[in-house]
């Protein structure tokens, strides 16, 4: 009976330590398995009368029940604690204020794309869409612009192969356009990229971007031509903006103009921006050539157009302030959110 309470005070005090979860299964063991410190003392019973042997055993079972439950509580305890620490941990604290979050802006060159699409649907244009990489046939041949013909060299093209070439205009979507069209009407724009051999500089550069405006019915006139444009112009730059008519040269359209739009900076008088002349060059543009729209199939007695081919960066450049025409191309974060800053100013 000595020797169970010692055992027991013994398991007591090693229970009470400050043990962990193996370490109290070691102490289980050492106490409750088959070879336990208490389990062991069974073994003492053969040396008992029966009356002593009853209440012996009583008091090894008490005592071996006693140090199980001592042990499941403390069992529950180490559990508990456990918990405790990984809630405390894991904790999140709502108060904290949140990581900076980075949404996506629209590049540029998207966004002015946007704009130009959204003034010409309204005046009721389809936006179509063409190969970058396309053939001589629609860039130049169906263009008035045969080979050999000196107008080739107004254009510095990068060639694939001898038939095939990364557009240097998108003009070229107007002869995919009238092929499709057989005979009919139409109104379509056309943004997108084209391709030069140049030298990149502030403002020069090898890929740049142009919108192609192509109008075919009858009865087409240049006045349509101009107040078109002027529509645009006052839509893109500002409500008083004008335009005038340079008279010019391209293969494709006869009479051919270059058009620039009054300086919206300084309203004409001349500055900076202009370069003192109070206008700005955007686009070319004329009437559709009587060839072009005969290699097409059209009449060109019956039918006529109107066709332009305005520079996207450079809109976009006079529009936001942009100084740097590779600006666009090179992809600069930082470039991009301070563009739509300005935008949102
Ligand atoms: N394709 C011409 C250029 O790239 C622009 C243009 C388009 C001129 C349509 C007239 C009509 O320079």
Redesign the pocket.
Known sequence: MEEIKKILSEAKSDIEQDVGLERLIEIKNLYLSKKGKLSVLINKMRELSIEEKKSFGKELNDAKAYVESLINNKMVELEKKKLNQKLESEKIDITLPPIDSHSGVANPFYKIIDEIEDIFIGMGYKVEKGPEVDKDHYVFELLNIPKDHPARD??DTLYIDNETLLR????AVQAHVMEKAKGQPIKIICPGK?YRRDDDDMTHSHQFA?V?GLVIDKNINMGNLKATLELFAKKMFSKDSKIRFRSSY?P??EP?VEVDVSCFSCHGKGCNICKGSGWIEI????MVHPNVLKMSGYDPDVYSGF???IGIERVAMLRYGIDDIRKFYQNDIRFIEEFNKKVED
């Open positions: 107004m254009q240097s205009h998108t003009s084209t142009q192609e391209f494709f359209t051919s686009l070319g543009a004329g066709a332009f081919g």
